[in-house]
């Protein structure tokens, strides 16, 4: 950068800081300077204060001689406030471009070499104007003039009165009013003779003489307007010359001036110009510097003790809190509320003295004396103070110490601008700040250090538009200027901001200047991303062509050379499109500009190009959404126009135009086979696995659309429309354009179109702002073949045709080796449907389908299937995803004779319920999700004992139903699924799967709680055989009673019966009110003895599940045969009334349904590492020994609803864990295997069920021990009875070999530990066993084993007869083997020990 630049930058700072001079003028010296063209005599001073040339050797403020080259003044008129200038825009009207903005991109060596201030004209008349404006402030001196000009002139009767009377001036008195301490204002006299006054030129010597000695020897005398030939003596050039003297001063400090017309100086001459100069260099060397450098002198002594280091602190200290002068007497609260300090105070005379120090341009003794200045401001919270003081340091820093840290001083910028701005109050604060933020981005560039430059023109105030504009476009030239090379990004990015904020200030051609660069910087950012890819790509071997090309890899270097200029092209376009793609907000805005360019120079080609690009941004605001899409409009208006008058430009009509908006996603859109119907239509492939029927995966079942319908069926295909804008659109004469194949013809796709099908028309869609809606369009096809939905067509606001593509890419194809060369997709066939005249047309209902029950209650929906096509329907198949929700009755034809189908309900009622009762049922577990409803029944879906029986087949208009059943089996939300499938042929269920045309329904259901049931065991006191069952029923209702109606267990070994009648006999008993709860307990009995042999053998379901097992862990095999059918025990008892009739077929079949659904449940959260295919083939549906639990219950009031609850798999307490033994390898038939992972496998398998048989254990005990006592005889002293002890087998795989010792209360000291007593009074001490104690005996699996002993008591009354020690053994019965405890549980060798107390009374007879 030129050195003239940088000093003009210098320059700049030091004029906006130099001294003022009060100039006031007589009537007579304000007439001179009027007809010069002078609004006073300060403006005829003006130029001549700027660079002065002093030549002088001055002292600084500590007496060192320092060489003041030259001095810059600025001549004022008063004091308080300086006339506003007049604006004028007339400068910036038509802005050009800058010299770095070329046609290709940015010129990277022009944005480095070129100045920064040549690049935007304007933010240099800005900055001269705003600081030329600066206003006089409390808190600092610059304003305030050092020195008073008076002038008068010689025409004037009295001159010397003239004088005096401007020095008695308001002007004048509020310069001495502000004056410091100690210190004298200077007064400048001056006496000018106007050449148009001849007579006065004899006598004003002499009058000059009079005001030398009157007023000193600060006096001067002025001649001018020596030009007395007003018609053009003078040469013309010598005019213009003179007049450029002020036009240029007034263009350099007051640029919005306009000053274009006016002629300055038509009465002076090059003498007069000449006399002026002389007279303000005369008046500044001789008179102003001097005594600056005394109101300098006398200051640093007055405030010599504050600059004395830490002396002065102390004294200050010391002045500042032990002085009398209060703090109130040297501060005051100005107008604007912010703490000044007064004009006598130290404070005060210290920023006095630091201010002229630094306009006599002494910065580092200015600088150390601001900075005393900033602690004392600074701790008193004078915030005005302290901000202009930290402005003058980090100014001082940057003008002499530029050496210090570059972060330092930044940071003293940002907190001067922040106090500005943050921390104080006058309305001048922003004035400040930004005077602040641009001195110091003056600085800046000053130094060239452009990388703070950004930051700090940032942080300046944005309280205008205008002012904003201006700071970031210059933020944007300095990312030009820092680093090595020129940040085009953030430059492009601060230009857009800039012309946002132009756009706000109504400065188009400014706003329309940046958008111009930013669209080439982008394009330059473009073409650098593309240069880089390709060098990243060579510098790994490869250019983009070789990978993309299919026939590159035969070729040799030499053969792929001429084709790498065609491969960056490609790339630099892609690397274009991914920034355009980032940058889409910026281009909205350029795009608009451009195209309202194009439309006024009427290439409506373009111009309609830009605006399109334009509709796709959705952040765009509604006012301009709504404008652009007007101007969209008028543009194809116009086009039209022209091109019908034959006119050139106009948008060439070759079809519909493919708009952004509105936005259509094809990947919602939806094809709804029969639309007057509920429910989704579709073929999907149904597996009897009980998974949900998907859709065809296209290999297996040869199948390439998964949508099928009939002949002259409608289709209804759904349209999600969205509207991304904020305004609304209108879209009329919506329709589709489809392609028809015919099957098997070979007539042109466009001639069937519209013979085969008929597509309806939507006549218009209302799309509010950011509004999606579906609009439904629906195609009836007239002949047999495939038809494909290319697209939709519409009016766009009734005026613009336009055209949506709904055409996706199918599967990438990577078959071939052109195909992983090249991208190419398989045809999609989303949006497309096969019409076939082979198809089952048949209208599938499903009526009263319930969204909220009660949990347990029933709810009766009804499902209708009729046949409205001309083929018969041989197969109908129902699936159900939560099987323990839904019960289904058999299907029923619709004839005229049974039009009401069967109205019996799911709860039969019985007069007299048998208490006990063995019914067989199959133990097998199957999946019963699938139900057929016509057609054959297979063996897969289970036996027609607990399946519904189904029709024959469904003739061409017949119909049938069927009654549903609806459960609230848990509570909470849930989603129910039903789909129903049917096809034509007269075998279509196979064993694995099969392709069915099918409709799902889908519900929302909410179950709310109504009963909580519990259940607990409890060991029976009475009989070891017995347990106890509690069952607390809750009524969570808070307004409504419910009548227990019925209780049922089943069982494989135990029956139930209530422990009281008492709810039977009186039937209020069991009326459960809202919030209240009752209990029932039941005793639980083997229901018979002789059973127990019968559960060893190999037919048991347990012994079932333990082969299968053992064939599964050791050869992966499932077993050939089924469960045989269970022998179940139901154990009922009825409370009021009539029963329910649990062995219903339909009631029955529910309830195994849901069991079965439990059941597998339970299975998949127990043993995770089997497959949920194998567990029908290894695990019975019912157990022996467990219990299930059905409580029916009637709602007493209301809707009169009725259900069950049921708990399934009550746990009793005692041992049965069967499965460890399927752990044991088999004696033969074990597959051997040298697979790692299938070793692993079986490992892991094993461990998880040998460890979760030993977690699933408590405390169970597998013998109970029960003492009886009899009727005590007197036998001497003692009392004497006979005792009974009974050890029952709650085991029903292992007998158990024990010995049972009978301990006395004296013999339990052995097990206490050493040192511990025990108290043997009362009971204990009492009594004692009579005869043997100890027995050895055996018991045999669900055995009772009865040992009699004997024992005595010394008196009557209660004791304690539970002492004793069991030790058990257990053994294979009838064998008496021993037991492998490999994978055997705990229970196999323990000691047993009572648990509580059992008090007998023995008394005498």
């Given at each position: 950068?030129?050195?003239?630049?940088?000093?003009q930058?210098k320059?700049?700072?030091?004029k906006?800081?130099?001294?003022?001079?009060?100039?006031?003028?007589?009537?007579?010296?304000?007439?001179a300077?009027?007809?010069?063209g002078?609004?006073?005599?300060?403006?005829?001073?003006?130029?001549f204060?700027?660079?002065?040339?002093?030549?002088?050797t001055?002292?600084?403020?500590?007496?060192?001689?320092y060489?003041?080259?030259?001095?810059?003044?600025?001549?004022?008129?008063?004091?308080?406030?300086?006339k506003?200038?007049?604006?004028?825009?007339?400068?910036?009207?038509?802005p050009?471009?800058?010299?770095?903005?070329?046609?290709d991109?940015?010129?990277?060596?022009?944005?480095?070499?070129?100045?920064?201030?040549?690049w935007?004209?304007?933010y240099?008349?800005?900055?001269?104007?705003?600081?030329?404006?600066?206003?006089p402030?409390?808190?600092?001196?610059?304003?305030?003039?050092?020195?008073?000009?008076?002038?008068?002139?010689?025409?004037?009767?009295?001159?010397?009165?003239?004088?005096?009377t401007?020095?008695?001036?308001?002007?004048?008195?509020?310069v001495?009013?502000?004056?410091?301490?100690?210190?004298?204002?200077l007064?400048?006299?001056?006496?000018?003779?106007?050449?148009?006054?001849?007579?006065?030129?004899?006598?004003?010597?002499?009058?000059f003489?009079?005001?030398?000695?009157?007023?000193?020897?600060?006096?001067?005398?002025?001649k001018?307007?020596?030009?007395?030939?007003?018609?053009?003596?003078?040469?013309?050039?010598?005019?213009?010359?003179?007049?450029?003297?002020?036009s240029?001063?007034?263009?350099?400090?007051?640029?919005?001036?306009?000053?274009?017309?006016?002629?300055?100086?038509?009465?002076?001459?090059?003498?007069?110009?000449?006399?002026?100069?002389?007279?303000?260099?005369?008046?500044?060397?001789?008179s102003?510097?001097?005594?600056?450098?005394?109101?300098?002198?006398?200051?640093?002594d007055?405030?010599?003790?504050?600059?004395?280091?830490?002396?002065?602190?102390?004294?200050?200290?010391?002045?500042?809190?032990?002085?009398?002068?209060?703090?109130?007497?040297?501060?005051?609260?100005?107008?604007?509320?912010?703490?000044?300090?007064?004009?006598?105070?130290?404070?005060?005379?210290?920023?006095?003295?630091?201010?002229?120090?630094?306009?006599?341009?002494?910065?580092?003794?200015?600088?150390?004396v601001?900075?005393?200045?900033?602690?004392?401001?600074?701790s008193?919270?004078?915030?005005?103070c302290?901000?202009?003081?930290q402005?003058?340091?980090?100014?001082?820093?940057?003008?002499?110490?530029?050496?210090?840290?570059?972060?330092?001083?930044?940071?003293?910028?940002?907190?001067?601008?922040?106090?500005?701005?943050?921390?104080?109050?006058?309305?001048?604060?922003?004035?400040?700040?930004v005077?602040?933020?641009?001195?110091?981005?003056?600085?800046?560039?000053?130094?060239?250090?452009?990388?703070?430059?950004?930051?700090?023109?940032?942080?300046?105030?944005?309280?205008?538009?205008?002012?904003?504009?201006?700071?970031?476009?210059?933020?944007?030239?300095?990312?030009l200027?820092?680093?090595?090379?020129?940040?085009?990004?953030?430059?492009?990015?601060?230009?857009?901001?800039?012309?946002?904020?132009?756009?706000?200030?109504?400065?188009?051609?400014?706003?329309?200047?940046?958008?111009?660069?930013?669209?080439?910087?982008?394009?330059?950012?473009?073409?650098?991303?593309?240069r880089?890819?390709?060098?990243?790509?060579?510098?790994?071997?490869?250019?983009t062509?070789?990978?993309?090309?299919?026939?590159?890899?035969?070729?040799?270097?030499?053969?792929?050379?001429?084709?790498?200029?065609?491969?960056?092209e490609?790339?630099?376009?892609?690397?274009?499109?991914?920034?355009?793609?980032?940058?889409?907000?910026?281009?909205?805005y350029?795009?608009?500009?451009?195209?309202?360019?194009?439309?006024?120079?009427?290439?409506?080609?373009?111009?309609f190009?830009?605006?399109?690009?334009?509709?796709?941004?959705?952040?765009?605001?509604?006012?301009?959404?709504s404008?652009?899409?007007?101007?969209?409009?008028?543009?194809?208006?116009?086009?039209n126009?022209?091109?019908?008058?034959g006119?050139?430009?106009?948008?060439?009509?070759?079809?519909?135009?493919e708009?952004?908006?509105?936005?259509i996603?094809?990947?919602?859109?939806?094809?709804?086979?029969?639309?007057e119907l509920?429910?989704?239509?579709?073929?999907?492939?149904?597996?009897?696995?009980?998974?949900?029927?998907?859709k065809?995966?296209?290999?297996?079942?040869?199948?390439?659309?998964?949508r099928?319908?009939?002949?002259?069926?409608?289709v209804?295909?759904?349209?999600?429309?969205?509207?991304?804008?904020?305004?609304?659109?209108?879209?009329?004469?919506?329709?589709?354009?489809?392609?028809?194949?015919?099957?098997?013809?070979?007539?042109?796709t466009d001639?069937?179109?519209?013979?085969?099908?008929?597509?309806s028309?939507v006549?218009?869609?209302?799309?509010?702002?950011?509004?999606?809606?579906?609009?439904?369009?629906?195609?009836?096809p007239?002949?047999?073949?495939?038809?494909?939905?290319?697209?939709a067509?519409?009016?766009?606001?009734?005026?613009?045709p336009?055209f949506k593509?709904?055409?996706?890419?199918?599967?990438?194809?990577?078959?071939?080796?052109?195909?992983r060369?090249?991208?190419?997709h398989?045809?999609?066939?989303?949006?497309?449907?096969?019409?076939?005249?082979?198809?089952?047309?048949?209208?599938i209902?499903?009526?009263?389908?319930?969204?909220?029950?009660?949990s347990?209650?029933?709810h009766?929906?009804?499902?209708?299937?009729?046949?409205?096509?001309?083929?018969?329907?041989?197969?109908?198949?129902?699936?159900?995803?939560?099987?323990?929700?839904?019960?289904?009755?058999?299907?029923?034809?619709?004839?005229?004779?049974?039009?009401?189908?069967?109205?019996?309900?799911?709860?039969?009622?019985?007069?007299?319920?048998?208490?006990?009762?063995?019914?067989?049922?199959?133990?097998?577990?199957?999946?019963?999700?699938?139900?057929?409803?016509?057609?054959?029944?297979?063996?897969a879906?289970?036996s027609?004992?607990?399946?519904?029986?189904?029709?024959?087949?469904?003739?061409?208009?017949?119909a049938?139903?069927?009654?549903?059943?609806?459960?609230?089996?848990?509570?909470?939300?849930?989603?129910?699924?039903?789909?129903?499938?049917a096809?034509?042929?007269?075998?279509?269920?196979?064993?694995?799967?099969?392709?069915?045309?099918?409709r799902?329904?889908e519900?929302?259901?909410?179950?709310?709680?109504?009963l909580?049931?519990?259940?607990?065991?409890?060991?029976?006191?009475?009989?070891?055989?017995?347990?106890?069952?509690?069952?607390?029923?809750?009524?969570?209702?808070?307004?409504?009673?419910?009548?227990l109606?019925?209780?049922?267990?089943?069982?494989?070994?135990?029956?139930l019966e209530?422990?009281?009648?008492?709810?039977?006999?009186e039937?209020?008993k069991?009326?459960?009110?809202?919030?209240?709860?009752?209990?029932?307990?039941?005793?639980?009995?083997?229901?018979?003895m002789?059973?127990?042999?019968?559960?060893?053998?190999?037919?048991?379901?347990?012994?079932?599940?333990?082969?299968?097992?053992?064939?599964?862990?050791?050869?992966s095999e499932?077993?050939?045969?089924?469960?045989?059918?269970i022998?179940?025990?139901?154990?009922?008892?009825?409370?009021?009334?009539?029963?329910?009739?649990?062995?219903?077929?339909?009631?029955?079949?529910?309830?195994?349904?849901?069991?079965?659904?439990?059941?597998?449940?339970?299975?998949?959260?127990?043993?995770?590492?089997?497959?949920?295919?194998?567990?029908?083939?290894?695990f019975?549906?019912?157990?022996s020994?467990?219990?299930?639990?059905?409580?029916?219950?009637?709602?007493?009031?209301?809707?009169?609803?009725?259900g069950?609850h049921s708990?399934?798999?009550?746990?009793?307490?005692?041992?049965h864990?069967?499965?460890v033994?399927?752990?044991?390898p088999?004696?033969?038939?074990?597959?051997?295997?040298?697979?790692?992972?299938?070793?692993?496998?079986?490992e892991?398998?094993?461990h998880?069920?040998?460890?979760?048989s030993?977690?699933?254990?408590?405390?169970?005990?597998?013998?109970d021990?029960?003492?009886?006592?009899?009727?005590a005889?007197?036998?001497?002293s003692?009392?004497?009875?006979?005792?009974?002890?009974?050890?029952?087998?709650?085991?029903?795989?292992?007998?158990?070999?024990?010995?049972?010792?009978?301990?006395?209360?004296?013999?339990?000291?052995?097990?206490?530990?050493?040192?511990a007593?025990m108290?043997?009074?009362?009971s204990?001490?009492?009594?004692?066993?009579?005869?043997?104690?100890?027995?050895?005996?055996?018991?045999?699996?669900?055995?009772?084993?009865?040992?009699?002993a004997?024992?005595?008591?010394?008196?009557?009354?209660?004791?304690?007869?539970?002492?004793?020690?069991?030790?058990?053994?257990?053994?294979l019965?009838?064998?008496?083997?021993?037991?492998?405890?490999?994978?055997?549980?705990r229970?196999?060798?323990?000691?047993?020990?009572?648990t509580?107390?059992?008090?007998?009374?023995?008394?005498?007879?």
């Open positions: 950068m030129p050195r003239a630049s940088l000093a930058k320059d700049f700072v030091t906006a800081f130099c001294p003022r001079i009060l100039a006031l003028a007589s009537a007579g010296v304000q007439d300077c009027t007809v010069n002078f609004d006073s005599f300060a403006d005829l001073l003006s130029p204060g700027q660079d002065v040339l002093t030549q002088i001055i002292q600084d403020g500590q007496g060192a001689p060489f003041l080259d030259k001095i810059n003044v600025r001549f004022t008129t008063d004091f308080v406030t300086e506003s200038p007049t604006h004028s825009s007339s400068d910036v009207d038509k050009a471009d800058p010299s770095f903005i070329g046609s991109g940015v010129i990277l060596d022009a944005a480095i070499a070129d100045d920064i201030s040549t935007a004209p304007w240099t008349l800005f900055r001269q104007q705003w600081v030329g404006d600066m206003q402030s409390e808190h600092e001196t610059f304003m305030l003039p050092v020195a008073c000009l008076l002038v008068a002139s010689g025409s004037e009767a009295d001159p010397i009165g003239a004088l005096r401007l020095q008695a001036s308001a002007a004048v008195q509020r001495l009013s502000c004056s410091d301490g100690g210190t004298k204002t007064f400048y006299y001056m006496l000018l003779h106007d050449g148009r006054d001849t007579a006065a030129l004899q006598t004003i010597d002499l009058q003489d009079q005001v030398r000695k009157t007023f000193g020897q600060n006096s001067a005398l002025l001018i307007n020596t030009n007395t030939d007003l018609l053009g003596a003078a040469d013309a050039s010598e005019r213009v010359k003179i007049s450029s003297i002020w240029s001063d007034i263009a350099a400090t007051r640029p919005l001036v306009a000053h274009a017309d006016t002629s300055y100086g038509e009465m002076l001459t090059m003498r007069d110009v000449a006399a002026l100069r002389d007279a303000v260099k005369l008046m500044l060397v001789r102003v510097v001097p005594h600056m450098q005394y109101v300098i002198r006398v200051l640093s007055q405030t010599a003790s504050e600059r004395r280091g830490i002396t002065g602190r102390l004294f200050s200290a010391g002045r500042r809190y032990l002085n009398t002068t209060s703090k109130a007497e040297n501060t005051y609260v100005g107008t604007d509320g912010e703490m000044y300090y007064r004009h006598r105070s130290p404070e005060a005379m210290l920023r006095r003295l630091a201010d002229c120090s630094f306009m006599l341009k002494d910065y580092r003794f200015a600088q150390s601001y900075q005393i200045a900033r602690r004392d401001f600074q008193e919270k004078a915030w005005m302290y901000a202009g003081v402005e003058m340091i980090g100014v001082c820093k940057l003008l002499w110490e530029v050496q210090t840290t570059k972060a330092e001083f930044d940071s003293i910028f940002e907190d001067a601008m922040l106090t500005y701005t943050h921390k104080t109050r006058a309305p001048r604060r922003h004035f400040l700040a005077r602040c933020t641009v001195v110091y981005y003056e600085l800046l560039k000053h130094h060239r250090f452009y990388a703070f430059a950004p930051g700090a023109l940032l942080r300046g105030p944005a309280f205008s538009p205008s002012l904003t504009a201006l700071l970031n476009e210059q933020a944007a030239y300095s990312y200027k820092a680093g090595s090379r020129p940040n085009v990004r953030k430059f492009a990015f601060y230009a857009m901001l800039a012309s946002q904020s132009y756009q706000k200030a109504h400065m188009g051609d400014l706003a329309s200047r940046c958008l111009r660069m930013v669209r080439v910087s982008l394009k330059s950012r473009s073409q650098e991303q593309a880089a890819d390709i060098d990243g790509e060579k510098h790994h071997g490869k250019s062509a070789e990978v993309r090309s299919p026939t590159m890899a035969s070729m040799d270097e030499k053969a792929v050379a001429p084709n790498m200029a065609a491969s960056d490609a790339n630099a376009d892609k690397a274009s499109v991914t920034a355009k793609t980032k940058w889409g907000a910026i281009d909205s350029i795009n608009h500009e451009l195209g309202r360019q194009s439309m006024a120079a009427h290439n409506f080609d373009e111009a190009q830009y605006f399109m690009a334009l509709m796709g941004d959705e952040k765009t605001p509604p006012k301009l959404q404008k652009y899409l007007q101007e969209l409009l008028q543009l194809f208006l116009e086009s126009d022209q091109s019908t008058a006119g050139g430009g106009a948008i060439k009509q070759t079809g519909a135009i708009l952004s908006i509105p936005s996603d094809p990947q919602l859109a939806r094809i709804i086979m029969s639309p509920e429910g989704e239509d579709a073929m999907l492939e149904w597996r009897l696995d009980g998974s949900s029927p998907s065809p995966s296209g290999g297996g079942s040869g199948l390439q659309l998964p099928f319908c009939s002949v002259g069926e409608v209804a295909v759904l349209l999600v429309v969205t509207n991304p804008l904020v305004i609304g659109v209108t879209l009329n004469n919506l329709t589709l354009e489809c392609a028809f194949e015919a099957t098997g013809d070979s007539v042109a001639t069937l179109v519209d013979s085969a099908l008929d597509i028309t006549p218009t869609v209302i799309l509010e702002g950011e509004q999606t809606t579906m609009v439904t369009v629906q195609i009836t007239r002949r047999a073949g495939s038809v494909s939905i290319l697209g067509k519409y009016l766009l606001c009734d005026i613009l336009t593509s709904l055409v996706l890419p199918g599967r990438r194809m990577n078959d071939t080796k052109e195909q060369m090249s991208v190419v398989t045809p999609d066939t989303t949006l497309g449907f096969r019409v076939s005249s082979d198809l089952p047309r048949l209208e209902t499903v009526d009263d389908l319930p969204d909220t029950l009660m347990g209650s029933m009766r929906a009804c499902l209708r299937v009729a046949n409205s096509g001309e083929l018969p329907c041989h197969s109908v198949t129902m699936w159900v995803s939560h099987p323990s929700f839904v019960g289904v009755r058999p299907p029923r034809l619709c004839s005229d004779e049974d039009k009401a189908g069967d109205d019996t309900g799911m709860y039969v009622s019985l007069p007299d319920v048998t208490k006990h009762e063995r019914i067989q049922v199959p133990n097998v577990l199957r999946d019963y999700s699938t139900f057929v409803l016509v057609g054959k029944q297979t063996d879906l289970g027609s004992a607990h399946c519904v029986e189904p029709l024959g087949s469904l003739g061409p208009g017949e049938f139903t069927v009654p549903i059943w609806i459960r609230g089996d848990r509570v909470g939300a849930h989603t129910l699924s039903l789909c129903i499938g096809s034509s042929a007269a075998t279509v269920v196979p064993k694995d799967l099969a392709a069915m045309r099918s799902r329904f519900v929302d259901l909410l179950v709310t709680p109504s909580r049931v519990n259940a607990f065991v409890r060991p029976s006191a009475r009989n070891p055989r017995e347990r106890l069952l509690g069952v607390e029923v809750e009524n969570m209702q808070t307004e409504l009673s419910v009548q109606v019925q209780t049922t267990f089943t069982s494989g070994f135990y029956e209530p422990v009281s009648n008492s709810l039977g006999s039937p209020h069991a009326l459960v009110g809202p919030r209240q709860s009752i209990s029932m307990v039941y005793r639980v009995r083997p229901h018979d002789t059973q127990s042999g019968k559960l060893l053998r190999s037919n048991s379901p347990e012994m079932f599940a333990v082969r299968a097992l053992r064939q599964f862990i050791y050869s499932k077993p050939a045969s089924a469960p045989e059918p022998d179940l025990i139901y154990s009922n008892s009825v409370f009021a009334g009539k029963g329910i009739d649990c062995k219903h077929r339909s009631l029955q079949s529910y309830i195994m349904r849901a069991q079965a659904h439990r059941r597998r449940n339970a299975l998949r959260s127990g043993y995770p590492l089997i497959p949920d295919n194998y567990h029908s083939a290894m019975p549906l019912f157990e020994f467990s219990i299930d639990f059905v409580l029916f219950w009637s709602q007493v009031g209301g809707p009169g609803r009725a069950h708990i399934s798999g009550i746990d009793l307490g005692v041992p864990d069967y499965l033994e399927g752990l044991s088999p004696t033969e038939g074990a597959a051997r295997t040298w697979l790692s992972d299938t070793m692993h496998d079986r892991a398998l094993i998880s069920i040998a460890s979760r030993e977690a699933a254990l408590r405390s169970e005990r597998p013998l021990v029960m003492i009886r006592v009899d009727t005889q007197k036998s001497g003692l009392y004497v009875a006979d005792v009974a002890i009974s050890v029952f087998n709650h085991s029903w795989r292992y007998g158990y070999q024990f010995t049972l010792d009978l301990l006395s209360p004296h013999e339990l000291g052995q097990f206490l530990a050493e040192g007593k108290d043997c009074s009362g204990r001490a009492a009594w004692s066993w009579l005869g043997e104690t100890s027995y050895s005996s055996s018991v045999e699996p669900h055995g009772l084993a009865v040992l009699h004997r024992l005595s008591c010394y008196a009557p009354g209660m004791i304690d007869v539970a002492m004793w020690r069991l030790q058990a053994s257990a053994s019965e009838p064998s008496g083997a021993a037991v492998s405890t490999v994978f055997s549980s229970n196999l060798d323990c000691a047993l020990y009572p509580q107390p059992h008090f007998v009374h023995v008394g005498a007879i």
